[in-house]
């Protein structure tokens, strides 16, 4: 199993970036996929996450700014994120559980300042 996520970097407060995780190796379609953030210091903490039947959930501090998503055909999950604060730099990772056995990715950063 193999877990791309891309699409961090800087951006202003108030901005918006999308991430997407690419996987290989499973049977997509039929697995919930999550995202994860660990800012410096900190614990990894769960983010957003999507079903197999596209049903999401969200983390108190980001509800209302981000949306998960994905396309089963590209084998991809996106998360959109908008209205960037600082509190919002971390280090985002994609994570998926296969009988019993966690994956991630490798990261991606993102890093919210003026």
């Known amino acids: 199993v193999q877990l791309q996520a891309s699409g961090g970097g800087l951006v202003q407060p108030g901005g918006s970036l999308r991430l997407s995780c690419a996987a290989r190796g499973l049977n997509f379609g039929l697995n919930t996929i999550h995202w994860y953030r660990q800012a410096r210091g900190n614990q990894r903490d769960l983010v957003a996450t999507?079903?197999?039947?596209?049903?999401?959930n969200y983390a108190d501090f980001v509800k209302g700014r981000f949306t998960i998503s994905r396309d089963n055909v590209k084998r991809t999950v996106f998360l959109q994120m908008n209205s960037l604060e600082p509190e919002d730099t971390a280090v985002y990772y994609c994570?998926?559980?296969?009988?019993?056995?966690?994956?991630w990715g490798q990261g991606t950063l993102v890093t919210v300042s003026s």
């Open positions: 999507i079903s197999s039947r596209h049903d999401t």
């Open positions: 994570h998926v559980v296969l009988r019993g056995v966690a994956f």
